[in-house]
């Protein structure tokens, strides 16, 4: 039987060759790695049979090579390959597209940032829901507007009218409600009886958002917020 690994000829019948100790059964098609692995691992094995090992990387270059050994020579010369080195990506031209194969992805966000902008629209008002005379409305402008009683200082919302002579709540300059870009913020002016919203005491130096049915309170006046 002729060795499918080295081509020796062996007895009929024998299992393994009698110089590489390869199996006579394997089949001839066998690669030379598989061939080489199904061997005698030992490789000082004194018959000396050339063996080939080679080992693959997953990009196509040899790992490990075993070179064969020549009678009288010397030991296995184990030599490692050095992968190939891919080529260097060229950089990004500012402005330039990207790849057709999609490899490189833009890291920075250009697109510009969302800005809501202010209601044009918007129309702001507060109508009396308590006091001297029930839904008067009163508008807000852009801007600051001044809540309390007109006396020596002008105000823009004069609630003089809205309470009572005898029971008199609400400081001369109150309170102020500033409209810009499309929100409306409320802050107390050092009064005496305080200013609040939806029940809850505003501070002076404190600027607090109102929303839309907002109830604000200044002095015995209730006033509704209505955007619309």
Known sequence: MKCPACGSDNEDGAPFCDRCKADLDMPAALSPTSQALMTNDDTTDETNVPIALSELLPDGTPAIVLEPIEPGGTPFALETATPATPPPIPPMLPGAPPPADGAAEA???????VVDLPNPN?????????????????????????????????????????????????????????FENGQLTLEDLNSLNGSFVNRARVYPGQAKDLRDTDVIQIGTVHLKLLMG
């Open 122 to 178: 918007l129309k702001p008002r507060l109508v009396v829901m308590r006091g001297m005379k029930i839904d008067m409305q009163y508008p807000i402008y852009p801007g600051k507007n001044y809540l309390g009683r007109t006396d020596d200082k002008p105000v823009d919302i004069d609630l003089d009218d809205q309470e009572a002579p005898d029971r008199i709540w609400c400081s001369r300059q109150h309170a102020v409600v500033t």
């Open 107 to 113: 890291t920075d966000d250009i697109s510009p940032p």
